[in-house]
Every structure is written in structure tokens, then in C-alpha cells.
């Protein structure tokens, strides 16, 4: 990697989705929904909000969330727009935990989910009006085939609609891999490299934004919550030993987002 991981100098660490099944299956997936809420993502049903306006969710929509997670964006699909969702994730308890809120929140008939790779979809080509992601693209290895397969799976003129956490400037080679490697992320993109992506693999792009100010806002909250009203919990939960390992590794997030290194990006995009 060198001495220093630019914006424009990708490199990937040796991680794999059965690493990030492992992670998530066990406490780092809990504590996560504890700092996050069911979302497990930034922002909330405020951000699941924005971009599905902007997407142009509506009651005859199909859409795919594609690494769904525990399914909180896909419910609020449902609940506010209408729309008749898909989520396809890898991770059988998350799958499992989406499968069974959504059942509670009586949403049976318009959300359901998938276990499956998203590099291989297990759909037909042309099925979904819309392809939705939310903060979870990160942990894909290849970004460019997960594009193919969204195209593959969106309707002719249809709309992928996503954020993700995405590289904003350079930083040490040690710094990058010790981001990367508390999070599970192979690497991020970055906002040019995944509009390349989007251009690349037949989609235009309606709409990029950088989210990285209120990215930084949101990790200074998520360290503020870790090592205040959840702490004793977390301890009591998982050990102190996690605790301290999340505390440091959120420590050097805040840090990297406070000196704009990393971020999070909002793309729109239509099928060509």
C-alpha cells in the first residue's frame, strides 16, 4: 500500500464475507444496533426519508435493499411509501431478526427477504423498479460486479438509489488498514470512484452528494453514547474487553471523520 492511501489509490484488505458474517453474527452486530437503533445505519428513518423522495418510492414500487440487514429501511418503505420490498442479505440472523420484525409489525404481505450473496443475485433480470442500499455497501468486496448485478436485476429504466461510507481524503497506510479492519470493510469507495462505477456498469447519475458533515456530527454522537449511557451496559454485556476495543476503534472513526478522511456519500442513479 506505501506509506500513505490516497482517494485515488484502492487497495483491499483480505476480508471476506464469511469474516463479516462471523463479526456480525455475534456481539459486534448487537452492539451496533445498540449505538444505531434498528436501522443500523446513519441517519435513521430520516435519512431512509430523503432517499427514498429522491428515489421516487411509491405505492406501485418494487424495490430491492440489497444487504437489507435487520430490514428497519424496508418496513419504513412499506409502512410510509407503499411500496412492496425485497431484502437480500447474507447473514442468517439478521436475516432471521428481519424476518420476525417484520412479521410483529404486521408488514408480512409487502416486505420479504432473501438469504443470498449480493454478488450473485438470486432474482431474474428486469424484476425491481428500484435497487436500495443503505450504508452497507462498505463491506462488499467488489463494488463493480455488485453493480452489474443491481443493473441486472433493475427493470429497463429503472432507479438504484444508495449511501454508503466512502474515503474522503488520504491517510497513512496504518491508519487506513486499522479503520478498515475495526469496521470489516475490504476497503470504501470513494464519491468518484463509485460514480466511475455507476457510469461504467450502464447507469446515469441523477444525483451524488457528499454526506461527510453530518458524518462527522453522527460519529462524535456514536462515541459520546458509547462511552456514556451505554457503557455500563455494554461492559455488563459483552466485557470490558469489547468495550475497550470499540471505544478505541469509534475514537479513531471520530478522529478520521473530524479531519475529513472519511465520510459517507448519497448516489442516484437510472439504468441505461
Given at each position: 500500500m506505501g506509506d500513505v492511501v490516497g482517494k485515488k489509490q484502492m487497495a483491499m484488505l483480505d476480508i471476506n464475507v464469511g469474516d463479516v458474517m462471523t463479526v456480525y453474527e455475534g456481539p459486534v452486530g448487537q452492539l451496533w444496533e445498540m449505538l444505531m437503533g434498528e436501522?443500523?445505519?446513519v441517519g435513521g428513518e430520516e435519512e431512509t426519508r430523503i432517499l427514498a423522495e429522491m428515489a421516487g418510492v411509491g405505492e406501485q414500487s418494487r424495490v430491492l435493499d440489497v444487504l437489507a440487514g435487520q430490514g428497519g429501511p424496508a418496513r419504513h418503505l412499506a409502512r410510509r411509501y407503499g411500496a412492496t420490498v425485497m431484502g437480500l442479505d447474507i447473514t442468517p440472523r439478521m436475516v432471521a431478526k428481519?424476518?420476525?420484525r417484520t412479521r410483529i409489525a404486521g408488514l408480512g404481505d409487502r416486505v420479504t427477504f432473501r438469504?443470498?450473496?449480493a454478488l450473485d443475485m438470486p432474482f431474474r433480470a428486469g424484476t425491481f423498479d428500484i435497487v436500495w442500499g443503505q450504508d452497507s455497501w462498505c463491506y462488499v468486496t467488489d463494488k463493480e460486479r455488485l453493480l452489474k448485478e443491481c443493473r441486472r436485476v433493475a427493470k429497463p429504466g429503472g432507479t438504484i438509489a444508495f449511501t454508503d461510507w466512502i474515503q474522503t481524503g488520504t491517510m497513512s497506510a496504518e491508519e487506513w488498514q486499522t479503520l478498515n479492519t475495526f469496521m470489516v470493510f475490504p476497503y470504501?469507495?470513494?464519491?468518484?470512484g463509485y460514480t466511475e462505477l455507476l457510469?461504467?456498469?450502464?447507469?446515469?447519475?441523477?444525483e451524488r452528494e457528499d454526506l461527510s458533515e453530518d458524518f462527522s456530527k453522527q460519529m462524535r454522537r456514536y462515541h459520546a453514547s458509547l462511552t456514556g449511557e451505554l457503557?455500563?451496559?455494554i461492559v455488563d454485556l459483552f466485557g470490558k474487553e469489547v468495550y475497550r476495543d470499540a471505544e478505541r476503534g469509534?475514537?479513531?472513526?471520530?478522529?478520521?471523520?473530524?479531519?475529513g478522511k472519511v465520510g459517507r456519500g448519497r448516489f442516484i442513479g437510472r439504468k441505461t
Amino acid at each position: 500500500m506505501g506509506d500513505v492511501v490516497g482517494k485515488k489509490q484502492m487497495a483491499m484488505l483480505d476480508i471476506n464475507v464469511g469474516d463479516v458474517m462471523t463479526v456480525y453474527e455475534g456481539p459486534v452486530g448487537q452492539l451496533w444496533e445498540m449505538l444505531m437503533g434498528e436501522e443500523i445505519h446513519v441517519g435513521g428513518e430520516e435519512e431512509t426519508r430523503i432517499l427514498a423522495e429522491m428515489a421516487g418510492v411509491g405505492e406501485q414500487s418494487r424495490v430491492l435493499d440489497v444487504l437489507a440487514g435487520q430490514g428497519g429501511p424496508a418496513r419504513h418503505l412499506a409502512r410510509r411509501y407503499g411500496a412492496t420490498v425485497m431484502g437480500l442479505d447474507i447473514t442468517p440472523r439478521m436475516v432471521a431478526k428481519a424476518v420476525e420484525r417484520t412479521r410483529i409489525a404486521g408488514l408480512g404481505d409487502r416486505v420479504t427477504f432473501r438469504l443470498g450473496n449480493a454478488l450473485d443475485m438470486p432474482f431474474r433480470a428486469g424484476t425491481f423498479d428500484i435497487v436500495w442500499g443503505q450504508d452497507s455497501w462498505c463491506y462488499v468486496t467488489d463494488k463493480e460486479r455488485l453493480l452489474k448485478e443491481c443493473r441486472r436485476v433493475a427493470k429497463p429504466g429503472g432507479t438504484i438509489a444508495f449511501t454508503d461510507w466512502i474515503q474522503t481524503g488520504t491517510m497513512s497506510a496504518e491508519e487506513w488498514q486499522t479503520l478498515n479492519t475495526f469496521m470489516v470493510f475490504p476497503y470504501m469507495e470513494t464519491l468518484e470512484g463509485y460514480t466511475e462505477l455507476l457510469q461504467r456498469n450502464g447507469f446515469t447519475v441523477t444525483e451524488r452528494e457528499d454526506l461527510s458533515e453530518d458524518f462527522s456530527k453522527q460519529m462524535r454522537r456514536y462515541h459520546a453514547s458509547l462511552t456514556g449511557e451505554l457503557e455500563g451496559e455494554i461492559v455488563d454485556l459483552f466485557g470490558k474487553e469489547v468495550y475497550r476495543d470499540a471505544e478505541r476503534g469509534l475514537a479513531l472513526w471520530r478522529k478520521a471523520a473530524d479531519e475529513g478522511k472519511v465520510g459517507r456519500g448519497r448516489f442516484i442513479g437510472r439504468k441505461t
